[in-house]
């Protein structure tokens, strides 16, 4: 038999990953991956886009993780397609939605964008691998937050985003990050006060009691009163 091993290629999950290997380098080598140049998340954002898909379980946990630790926050849902050959056009076009819902409502703009989806096969991840969506995100005005999978997967949006978060989840709780510690810390400063408070209430109630053990009745020191001019009538008499 004969071997040509110039025209060998890797099958299935291994193409795919020397395809990814090949693009990194690609995209590394351009600068789309340079830390320099990365945005820094707003430290109170008003209105964080997700760009998943509605019938994801990664929307949900976003949802309910930024509900939870930022209330006051504006969550909009920009939908589109996480797996399969048209996921990264609709991804674009996700991206590209927000600018224009931003130039239309620049009074309740997105200031922060998380692109996410649960875990899965390279396979599954595979939109998150391509060249047009890394270019378009690289390019984009507004942070965005890449959580795309579970730990242990790496992608190109990973790679070209902002920040990268190792879950859907902790891409929310890194965009929330300022309001949970904000909370954090008035929840502490709440308890200092009621204690402070409770403290100068029971030094107070103790100065009262103290006060109150000092005192006389109207009718004891009138009592006093009148054994004192008793005891001048009596001087007085003597006299």
């Known amino acids: 038999y004969q071997l040509i091993v110039s025209s060998m290629q890797p099958a299935g999950a291994g193409n795919l990953m020397h395809q990814f290997e090949e693009l990194k380098k690609k995209l590394d080598a351009e600068g789309l991956f340079d830390q320099g140049i990365k945005k820094l998340l ?22 309910t993780t930024i509900q939870r630790r930022a209330p006051i926050s504006q969550v909009s849902l920009i939908p589109a397609m ?8 609709t991804l674009i076009a996700a991206l590209q939605n927000a600018l224009h819902y931003n130039n239309l409502n620049p009074k309740n703009a997105f200031d922060a964008i998380i692109i996410c989806r649960g875990g899965g096969s390279i396979e599954d991840l595979w939109a998150f691998n391509n060249e047009s969506l ?3 995100i690289y390019d984009y005005p507004l942070p965005i937050i890449s959580g795309v999978g579970h730990e242990i ?3 190109i949006t990973d790679f ?5 978060a190792p879950t859907p989840t902790a891409a929310a709780e890194l965009v929330t ?8 810390r008035l929840n502490e400063w709440e308890a ?10 029971s030094e107070k109630s ?32 003597g006299m």
């Open 42 to 63: 707003p430290k109170q954002p008003k209105h964080i886009g997700i760009i998943t898909s509605e019938s994801t379980a990664a929307f949900q946990d976003v949802l």
């Open 82 to 89: 996480v797996q399969g050959d048209t996921a990264p056009r």
């Open 134 to 136: 890394a270019r378009e």
């Open 153 to 155: 997967d790496f992608t």
């Open 160 to 164: 070209v985003s902002d920040l990268r």
């Open 177 to 184: 990050e300022y309001y949970f510690q904000l909370s954090d």
């Open 192 to 201: 200092n006060l009621s204690h402070l408070i409770q403290l100068s209430l």
């Open 206 to 237: 103790q100065k009262i009691l103290f006060a109150s053990k000092n005192l006389k009745s109207p009718l004891t020191m009138l009592k006093e009163q009148s054994q004192s001019l008793d005891n001048i009538e009596i001087r007085l008499s």
